[in-house]
């Protein structure tokens, strides 16, 4: 049986002085009545993961503080600040006193902006103060804390079978205790609490193979596909414990856990947990949203009332892009409803990019309404109150087209009245924000819809096809194919996707398999937009293609290629489909992706004609007899084309979009999510979406939004 009034302090030693300055420090402690301290040295021990197992099975102490030799403990109130996080918090199994958010995938803890903690040392080889994030909470929930001194209040062995030296063994149990469900966590230190007088540090040959190992165990990209979501969702916790944890006593506090919010929802975005949904994290939005009820915005914004009897809908945007599909999908929205009685206003949250399509101020002032976008040095809060004021004094109905990680509206739409709030469902394969105040979700397409009703627990889906706009088809190539110095008897296959698309997956790699295909093909060009020459994907298929294949980046004006293009290729194995059905749309056969796996990684099959694949001989076939057959592509263009037109423009489009008004409530209300309901079911796509994400450059992404988010936090 543990002794609960007991604290052992357990080191590996190999120099005694050293040691015994370390005991001396923390002799001068102040103890709590009814403690007692117990030192354990271990001396000739092989490794520190050995040591500290060996000296663990010693000790009948409930806490154990781990700390190196060269450690001294100068906080005189130690005891007494561990055991009270530890009484108070009984899920917090592991304390340091310095540490990251998050782990990085390089798997060294410090390789990132994220760090929290303070410790005095000698690392650069003078003693200083080492100083990182402040922690505001009582302490700050962690993925990794350095070795120095390691704090726990449970007992999980420790991975000498893996570690079998100096290296890895912190950030190692730190893991350990994660999996087992307990947190990590860095104290609040009003000052230091440590000096670690360790000089520089070796990270030589032994620190390489023990990170080597670390990754090995710990990171999916080295250890099966379940472990890429499992990994993924203890990620996600350790930021969703943060916003928890995190108490709102005042306006910065507000703020702070916004970020904290969008730190969470974001993680969930781009390393898919296996879940679309999180009930805690969205019913914790709620309690954001009732703490701000009576709070007014500094400033109004104005938006033209327009005519008596005009329905005026709001979309409301996180950000604006001149490419991809998203922005495309508001711009053809409110195209296709010129012509009926009502006003379309567009309000931009965050805009991140440089500048904003221009389109989206002619559409909105051409229906009467206005393009908004708010100041980026507003405060999250003041968005909040802001978007909430326009949306209750104009909106007779508002269109979230957000992105999957912006908290604003679900806290400005976290009250029981005002306009009905629908969600135009723009990544139906992902994570998102905005369950619980959605009283509708828009789903685009049939698996979208499934995947809103059973694992989003929306309260309603209402089917309305991605809107396009009506391009006429190209009847003479040579004209345009003269401007790009291309031969009329040359064949052009065309494919539009961003880089991380193409990310190779289980036998499914693009560029190899179309290499396959310009091998038994004659006179083909293929033209790839979305990736830049210098990826590294687009380096390796230029040495299998020769002068066959062209890459040309990103940019807007894309015409010219539709204009090109005899055959459309979708992009696998994740497909575009606002590239495909525009493609559909100007009479250009689409050939559908080769990856099977799930409905949500590709357009929607068009008609009977469509062809699925049952494996990429039967593909590659398929495609070299279009490439061969003029009136075989012409002929399933035409049939794609119709089945696009009467889809996704038009009378049938508008009469989805008039049916919606019938369907959603006249009255906004909120629900909270039940955090009961089994919604964690993982399916094949899962693990596809998780492990494209992580074999492609999404970490560094996520990466890249995380700093620049904590960076935002610590302005209040």
């Known amino acids: 049986m543990m002794n609960d009034k007991k604290i052992a302090f357990i080191y590996c030693v190999n120099n005694r002085d050293l040691y015994e300055e370390s005991v001396r420090y923390v002799k001068s402690l102040h103890v709590p009545d009814g403690y007692e301290i117990e030192f354990i040295a271990i001396e000739g021990a092989q490794s520190i993961t050995s040591g500290y197992n060996q000296a663990m099975k010693q000790t009948d102490a409930k806490y154990k503080v781990y700390l190196h030799q060269d450690v001294f403990i100068v906080n005189k109130s130690f005891i007494y600040d561990i055991l009270s996080l530890f009484e108070r918090y009984p899920k917090l199994g592991l304390l340091g006193v310095a540490g990251s958010k998050y782990i990085p995938s390089s798997g060294v803890w410090w390789e990132t902006d994220l760090k929290y903690g303070k410790v005095y040392d000698s690392i650069s080889n003078i003693l200083k103060l080492n100083q990182f994030n402040e922690v505001r909470e009582d302490y700050e929930s962690v993925e990794a804390v350095d070795g120095l001194i390691i704090i726990t209040q449970y ?60 990754l090995s165990e710990y990171f999916p990209k080295f250890n099966g596909f379940k472990n890429t979501i499992e990994f993924n969702r203890s990620r996600f916790d350790v930021f969703y414990q943060a916003f928890k944890n995190t108490k709102v006593d005042d306006i910065s506090s507000i703020n702070r856990k916004i970020i904290q919010a969008k730190m969470a929802a974001t993680i969930a975005w781009y390393a898919h947990p296996g879940f679309y949904v999180s009930p805690e994290l969205e019913n914790g939005l709620l309690e954001i949203a009732k703490k701000t009820v009576d709070l007014k915005p500094k400033e109004k914004i104005e938006l033209p009332m327009g005519n008596k009897g005009y329905k005026k809908i709001l979309h409301v945007m996180t950000a604006a892009y001149r490419t991809g599909g998203h922005t495309r999908a508001v711009e053809r929205w409110i195209l296709n409803r010129l012509d009926k009685n009502e006003h379309h206003s567009v309000i931009i949250l965050e805009q991140d990019a440089p500048d904003i399509p221009n389109m989206l101020y002619e559409v909105s002032e051409t229906s009467g309404g206005k393009c908004i976008v708010l100041n980026d040095n507003l405060s999250y809060l ?58 509708l979700v828009i789903d685009g397409r049939g698996i979208g819809f499934q995947i809103s009703k059973e694992r989003r627990l929306a309260r309603g889906s209402h089917l309305i096809p991605l809107p396009l706009v009506a391009s006429r088809q190209f009847e003479n190539k040579n004209e345009i194919r003269r401007k790009f110095n291309i031969p009329d008897e040359m064949v052009i296959l065309l494919t539009i996707a961003d880089s991380y698309k193409f990310t190779p997956y289980t036998g499914l790699n693009y560029f190899e398999t179309l290499s396959k295909i310009l091998k038994k093909s004659r ?33 807007s004006n894309i015409e010219d290629f539709y204009k090109l293009a005899d055959i459309y290729i979708e992009s696998f194995p994740i497909g575009s489909p606002t590239a495909a059905l525009d493609a559909a749309m100007r009479g250009i056969p689409v050939v559908h992706s080769l990856n099977n796996s799930s409905p949500l990684f590709t357009v929607e099959i068009f008609g009977e004609t469509d062809k699925g694949f049952a494996n990429e001989n039967e593909y590659i076939n398929y495609v070299v007899e279009l490439i061969n057959s003029k009136d075989e ?58 492990r494209v994400q992580f ?20 302005s209040y």
């Open 695 to 714: 074999l492609s450059n999404y970490s560094e992404v996520l990466n890249i939004k995380l700093n620049s988010l904590q960076r935002k936090m610590l």
């Open 633 to 690: 592509r012409c002929l399933l263009g035409e049939i794609q084309r119709k089945a696009v037109l009467k889809k996704h423009i038009g009378e049938m489009w508008n009469k989805r979009v008039d049916s919606l008004f019938s369907v959603v409530p006249n009255r906004h209300s909120v629900k909270l999510l039940n955090t009961t309901k089994n919604i964690n079911q993982i399916e094949s796509h899962d693990v596809v979406w998780s």
């Open 382 to 439: 003041e968005k909040v109150l802001m978007l909430r004021d326009i949306s209750l004094s104009w909106a007779d109905l508002v269109v979230l087209h957000t992105h999957p990680d912006d908290p604003i509206p679900s806290i400005a739409y976290g009250i029981n009245y005002g306009p009905p709030i629908v969600l135009y469902n723009h990544a139906d394969h992902a994570f998102w924000l905005g369950a619980n105040i959605s009283d």
């Open 523 to 555: 006179n083909v060009l293929l033209i790839i937009i979305g990736m830049d020459e210098k990826h590294p994907l687009a380096q390796k298929a230029k040495s299998l293609m020769n002068h066959n294949i062209c890459f040309l980046g990103t940019f």
């Open 155 to 214: 007992d999980l062995p420790w991975r000498d079978d893996l570690f079998k030296g100096w290296h890895f063994y912190d950030v190692s149990q730190c893991r350990e205790f994660i999996n087992a469900g307990y947190e990590v966590g860095i104290p609040k230190q009003e000052l230091p609490w440590c000096v670690h007088d360790c000089g520089i540090c070796d990270v030589g040959p032994s620190f390489q193979e023990a990170r080597w190992q670390f």
